[in-house]
C-alpha cells in the first residue's frame, strides 16, 4: 500500500501471498544473496562446478570443489534444519515492522515455534541488522549528532529478591549508571543513518576511548552535535566542528554582577541533538513495555535491531527492500547457541571480588586491552 510520498508497505497478507510455499521463499532469498556473484557454495566459497541436485524440492547443491551438498542457507544464520525459510521471513517482516520490537514470547505464539528456538532466531536476525545493512563501513559525514544513553533497571521498582541480587552485584544506595548499559549514538543528519555502540555495565568507556570511537566512525572535518558531556569538550582538537548544546541549567553572571540562572538550552541555531534523542525514546519504550529487560551482555543485539528499524526513518523504504537488505546481509553470520549464551566469566567474577583494588586495577587494564582490541576490529562486532 501506498501512504503519499511514503514508501510502499507491505501487509502481513501481502507478504503470505508472496511466500505461499517454502519453495517460493527458498528461491527469493536465493535470488537476494547470489543475486551479484551467481551460486556460491556456502562451505568453501567456490562458484565453479555446481550442479543442482536431482531432488529439486529442496533446492540442494553439489558443489564438486569441495565434494559436498549446500543449499542457500549454509552459513548464514537460516542453517537450522527446525525452521523454514518462510518463517525466517516472516519472523524478520514482524520484527521490522514492529517500531518497539517483538518479544520471543509473542513471536513463538505467532509462528508456532518454542519461545527457546524464536528468541535465538531474533538474536541471529539482530546480528544481521548490525552488519552495517547499506553502505558497508564508511565513515559519517557532514553534519553527525552524537549522544549516549544509559539503559537499566531502575532499582527503587524492583522486589526484595531482584533488589537483593542486584546490590549484592553492584552496591547498596547505587544510583544513576550503575549497572547500566551504555549506548552511545552517532546519527548522520542528512540520511538519518545510524551506528550504535553499546557497552557492558562494567565496560563503561572513559573520555580517551569515546574520543576513540568518534575518530574511527566520523569523518575528519565533519560537524559533530553533542551534548555538554564531558566526553566531547575535546573534539574541536580532533579535527572536527564541534558545538554543544546545553541541557542543564547553571549559574552566570549577568551584566550587573550577579548570580543568574543560565537558561537550559535545547536547540542553538542548528545544533540540536533532537534527532538521536528521539531514537533513545524509542529505544527506552521498548526496554520498558516489549523487552522488560534484556541482558546487559547481549544490549549490542538490540541496539543493532533498532538501528536497523530506525535507518532512514522506517517509512522512507519499501519494506521488501528492507527485507531484501537484512537477507543479503545474513551471508557469514553465524552464532551458535553455545556462544551466544556463553557467560561472560569476568563480569561474573567482578561481582565476587570487587572490593580489592589491586584485582580492580588488573581488571581495568584487561578490559582496556580488550577493549583496544574490539576497536581494531573493523566492524562493529555483534
Ligand atoms: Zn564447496
Not at 521463499?25 to 536465493?30: G, P
Not at 509473542?106 to 528468541?119: A, P, Y
Not at 519504550?285 to 538501528?307: D, I, M, P
Request: charged fraction near 30%; charge should be positive.
Amino acid at each position: 500500500m501506498k501512504h503519499g510520498d511514503n514508501a510502499e508497505t507491505l501487509s502481513q497478507d501481502d507478504l503470505r501471498a508472496m511466500f505461499k510455499n517454502e519453495d517460493k521463499a527458498v528461491k527469493w532469498v536465493e535470488s537476494i544473496v547470489w543475486r551479484k556473484t551467481g551460486i556460491v557454495c556456502g562451505k568453501c566459497g567456490s562458484t565453479e562446478k555446481i550442479k543442482p541436485r536431482a531432488n529439486k524440492r529442496e533446492r540442494r547443491y553439489w558443489c564438486g570443489a569441495c565434494r559436498s551438498t549446500f543449499t542457500v542457507k549454509t552459513n548464514t544464520p537460516m542453517a537450522d534444519a527446525n525452521i523454514g525459510v518462510r518463517q525466517w521471513i516472516e519472523a524478520a517482516y514482524l520484527l521490522m515492522t514492529a517500531r518497539f520490537g517483538i518479544s520471543s514470547y509473542q513471536l513463538s505464539k505467532q509462528l508456532g515455534i518454542t519461545q527457546k528456538s524464536v528468541w535465538y532466531l531474533l538474536q541471529r536476525i539482530r546480528l544481521a541488522c548490525g552488519a552495517n545493512l547499506e553502505m558497508k563501513f564508511r565513515k559519517l559525514t557532514g553534519t553527525v549528532e552524537i549522544d549516549e544513553t544509559f539503559l537499566g533497571p531502575v532499582v527503587g521498582r524492583m522486589n526484595d529478591v531482584d533488589k537483593a541480587k542486584w546490590e549484592a552485584k553492584w552496591g547498596k544506595n547505587q544510583r544513576g549508571t550503575k549497572g547500566k548499559n551504555m549506548v552511545i549514538g552517532l546519527r548522520e543528519r542528512e540520511t538519518g543513518y545510524r551506528i550504535y555502540l553499546a557497552f557492558k555495565p562494567n565496560q563503561i568507556p572513559r573520555k580517551p576511548t569515546v574520543e576513540k570511537i568518534i575518530a574511527k566512525y566520523v569523518e575528519p572535518g565533519a560537524t559533530i552535535y553533542t551534548d555538554e558531556a564531558s566526553y566531547y569538550t575535546d573534539l574541536c582538537n580532533l579535527g572536527y566542528k564541534a558545538e554543544a548544546v546545553k541541557h542543564s541549567t547553571g549559574k552566570e553572571k549577568d551584566a550587573e554582577g550577579k548570580d543568574r540562572e543560565t537558561p537550559c538550552e535545547w536547540v542553538k541555531g542548528l545544533a540540536w541533538t533532537n534527532g538521536i534523542e528521539s531514537d533513545w525514546a524509542v529505544m527506552k519504550r521498548a526496554w520498558k513495555g516489549t523487552y522488560v529487560h534484556w541482558s546487559t551482555k547481549h544490549c549490542q543485539l538490540y541496539a543493532n535491531e533498532f538501528s536497523f528499524r530506525l535507518d532512514k526513518g522506517n517509512v522512507k523504504r519499501d519494506t521488501i527492500d528492507r527485507l531484501e537488505s537484512l537477507f543479503s546481509a545474513m551471508v557469514g553470520k553465524t552464532i551458535t547457541y553455545k556462544e551466544l549464551i556463553k557467560r561472560d566469566t569476568e563480569e561474573n567474577r567482578t561481582g565476587a571480588v570487587r572490593r580489592d583494588p589491586a584485582f580492580n586495577r588488573d581488571l581495568r587494564k584487561a578490559r582496556e586491552e580488550q577493549q583496544r582490541d574490539w576497536w581494531e576490529d573493523d566492524c562493529i562486532p555483534y
